[in-house]
């Protein structure tokens, strides 16, 4: 079982920055393709990002790709999301999740990811 959580959410003012984390428990998050989510109440999940088993290959929603960033330490077993510029409909549970190759992120589609954390709650608001 490919266990993954996420930390680092909170409350944060609009544009202000934020930097939230996935980890994995029991496996190489380096063998694995890693993607965001974020989901807010009443809306579908929407994909965000998502980065190559190595870290070369990266890929953004058109919405995030100016303001966020995402980067793997496959040394630490972690996969980070650097969030700037956050607005209030930023507001959303935030999620990773596994996917083989970098082949799984073309669409950032949720059908492509297998494993899923726990997710960490985003609140932008003044």
């Known amino acids: 079982q490919l266990l993954l959580v996420e930390s680092g959410g909170g409350l944060v003012q609009p544009g202000g920055s934020l930097r939230i984390s996935c980890a994995a428990s029991?496996?190489?998050?380096?063998?694995?393709?890693i993607g965001w989510f974020r989901q807010a109440p009443g809306k579908e999940r929407e994909g965000l990002s998502c980065i190559s088993p190595s870290g070369g290959s990266v890929r953004y929603a058109d919405s995030v790709e100016d303001r966020f960033t995402i980067s793997r330490d496959n040394a630490r077993n972690t996969v980070s999301l650097q969030m700037d510029s956050l607005k209030p409909e930023d507001t959303a549970v935030y999620y990773c999740a596994a996917g083989r190759t970098f082949a799984d992120c073309s669409g950032l589609g949720s059908a492509d990811f297998v494993s899923w954390g726990q997710g960490t709650r985003v609140t932008v608001s003044s």
């Open positions: 029991g496996f190489t998050l380096g063998n694995y393709a």
